[in-house]
């Protein structure tokens, strides 16, 4: 029985590597064949209808699209460009944000909704940068997770944006436009951005969440989607529903 025991151990053994690639072929297998037709024609039409799409929160540097990002949740980019200006003369880096009082903070945050959260997670945020990162702006989502207001919706625009990292951000507009392309089914924006993942090119994820957010904003609204004019109408299985 010893005997028999070894033998089996060493061929169990011997054919795990084997049968660890077997996995991975086939789990590979699986997404290629779950990636939906569309994928790539839509990517191409994007790329051809927003060649120049790009982060619309202004900045000069990671610290300030880390906060700008931060303020965005629940508000829209052009309002939150509207204070940062002055934000950003009074406390240009981690180090005079943290020493603003909240007072301040919430007197030039006052336009955008939830401003007395906002001033205080601007606030935690920044004394989390000069205590735990020599108010530098983390390079990793690991690290950027773990400040006052960052998911990591924020965390992969500024991986994207400010370091050139490669980032999938499920904001409402990528949630959206891809549950009607039926990249993916999911509403949560952590597992819609698993399943974005695996069937989008890595070195385009960036860029491709910049096209796709123009494209909600242009044109394929929550509410009232302009299929008639869509150019990418005839890819889209929501679009040939609404025409039926």
């Known amino acids: 029985m010893t005997n028999t025991s070894s033998r089996r151990s060493a061929s169990l053994a011997k054919n795990t ?5 077997s996995r991975r072929s086939a789990a590979a297998t699986r997404r290629k064949k779950r ?5 790539e ?6 790329a051809k209808l927003y060649p120049d799409a790009r982060c619309s929160l202004t900045h000069r540097n990671a610290f300030e699209l880390l906060v700008a990002t931060v303020l965005s949740a629940q508000t829209t980019d052009e309002r ?5 200006g002055e934000l950003f003369e009074r406390y240009p880096d981690a180090q005079t944000l943290a020493g603003a009082t909240i007072g301040d903070l919430q007197r030039i945050l006052r336009p955008l909704g939830f401003f007395r959260a906002k001033a205080d997670s601007l606030s935690r945020l920044s004394r989390s940068l000069v205590h735990d990162f020599g108010g530098d702006v983390p390079q990793t989502l690991e690290e950027l997770v773990t400040l006052a207001g960052v998911g990591r919706k924020t965390a992969n625009v500024v991986l994207g944006n400010a ?8 904001d409402t507009h ?13 509403t949560n924006a952590e597992k819609a951005e698993r399943d974005l993942m ?8 960036t860029v491709l969440c910049h096209r796709i957010i123009a494209h909600g904003r242009a044109i394929c609204h929550a509410r009232g989607p302009q299929c008639g004019i869509c150019p990418i109408a005839s890819l889209c299985p929501s679009a040939k529903l609404e025409s039926a």
């Open 17 to 21: 590597p084997q049968r660890a690639n």
């Open 163 to 170: 370091f050139n990292t490669p980032g999938i951000t499920v």
């Open 174 to 186: 990528v949630g959206r436009l891809s549950r009607r392309w039926g990249w993916t089914k999911e």
């Open 198 to 205: 695996d069937i989008l090119p890595k070195d385009q994820w």
């Open 41 to 46: 024609p839509i990517c191409d039409q994007l």
């Open 80 to 84: 939150v460009n509207s204070v940062t």
């Open 35 to 39: 990636q939906p037709r569309n994928v």
